[in-house]
């Protein structure tokens, strides 16, 4: 069965910091562009990061820029996703998703093929 698995969400103070991982089975996340996407209560989805296959290009959110940090493990088939500095407005659950387009555009929601569940990140004190 392929599918995603997102971890690492959790409860967090604003300017913590969190890890997420997106760890694929039954197939290799080394052929797919990767994105993060993430999405709170009455809000948009809104499209967070994304790591191309090589892993050479990453693009992020103006939201996001200079706070969070995308990165490949191609020996242990993740991709992780690393939040600081985080604000009380980065609260939303946060899903990856994984497309065979292997580039990464602005847009990947049509060409994104699995999807994770999703992992939930709140910033509150």
């Known amino acids: 069965q392929l599918q995603l698995v997102e971890s690492g969400g959790g409860l967090v103070q604003p300017g913590g910091s969190l890890g997420l991982s997106c760890v694929a089975s039954g197939f290799t996340l080394n052929n797919y562009a990767i994105a993060w996407f993430r999405q709170a209560p009455g809000k948009e989805r809104e499209g967070v990061s994304c790591?191309?296959?090589?892993?050479?290009?990453?693009n992020y959110a103006d939201s996001v820029k200079g706070r969070f940090t995308i990165s490949r493990d191609r020996t242990k088939n993740t991709v992780s996703l690393h939040l600081n500095s985080l604000k009380p407005e980065d609260t939303a659950v946060y899903y990856c998703a994984a497309s065979s387009f292997r580039l990464c555009v602005p847009d990947m929601v049509p060409l994104s093929d699995y999807w994770g569940q999703g992992t939930q990140v709140t910033v509150s004190s």
């Open positions: 790591i191309s296959a090589s892993g050479a290009s990453t």
